[in-house]
T-cell receptor, first 113, second 107 residues
Framework: DGGITQSPKYLFRKEGQNVTLSCEQN?????MYWYRQDPGQGLRLIYY???????QKGDIAEGYSVSREKKESFPLTVTSAQKNPTAFYLC????????????FGSGTRLTVV | GQNIDQPTEMTATEGAIVQINCTYQ??????LFWYQQHAGEAPTFLSY????GLEEKGRFSSFLSRSKGYSYLLLKELQMKDSASYLC????????FGTGTLLAVQP
């Protein structure tokens, strides 16, 4: 079955360490997105990519980095420069132009101690 | 700008009808989505309005007025399992989300 997989579901890291969150999709979607969600809040866009080897900053890109070397994969690195990294991270993918075709992963809850 | 506003919280009674409003200030949206999200889970697609008017899907309906920058989600015959957050999102070449409305359904 086609879908989008985020791993791990829960992640713990010490303050000051970089950490990479995985996002893989087998839906043949061109576009992929990373969102951050804090308790009681909506989703805020971190980075998005419309095509391989290209990506754009979203509203809260500072302290994060991404790569898009393969169509299927869009990993997100939370760097030590991100001042408040503890949050729920959601990856999504879509066909070009979006429309009905947005699919979300199940999320990764990152806790930095 | 692309501000999307929703009420933060709402409470309703089981079996009743509730309307969750969403207003936005942008001329760039291609359409408007509604998602349901239970705590700690991914959002689940409910509806997508491209044209003005009402889209009905079972107990859920969604309305869009592009000229007014206004949408609402209507939930009928509320059930306890409808207690969740409801997210409004505008579509350009990405989804821009509102802050979400936390709905509590009481017996």
């Amino acid at each position: 079955d086609g879908g989008i997989t985020q791993s791990p579901k829960y992640l713990f890291r010490k303050e000051g360490q970089n950490v990479t969150l995985s996002c893989e999709q087998n839906l043949n979607h061109d576009a992929m997105y990373w969102y951050r969600q804090d308790p009681g809040q909506g989703l805020r866009l971190i980075y998005y990519s419309q095509i391989v080897n290209d990506f754009q900053k979203g509203d809260i890109a500072e302290g994060y980095s991404v790569s898009r070397e393969k169509k299927e994969s869009f990993p997100l690195t939370v760097t030590s420069a991100q001042k408040n990294p503890t949050a729920f991270y959601l990856c999504a993918s879509s066909t070009t132009g979006g429309g009905y075709g947005y699919t979300f992963g199940s999320g990764t809850r990152l806790t930095v101690v | 700008g692309q501000n999307i506003d929703q009420p933060t919280e709402m409470t309703a009674t089981e079996g009743a009808i509730v309307q969750i409003n969403c207003t936005y200030q942008t001329s760039g949206f291609n359409g408007l989505f509604w998602y349901q999200q239970h705590a700690g889970e991914a959002p689940t697609f409910l509806s997508y309005n491209v044209l003005d008017g009402l889209e009905e899907k079972g107990r859920f309906s969604s309305f869009l007025s592009r000229s007014k920058g206004y949408s609402y989600l209507l939930l009928k015959e509320l059930q306890m399992k409808d207690s969740a957050s409801y997210l409004c999102a505008g579509a350009t070449n990405k989804l821009i989300f509102g802050t979400g409305t936390l709905l509590a359904v009481q017996p």
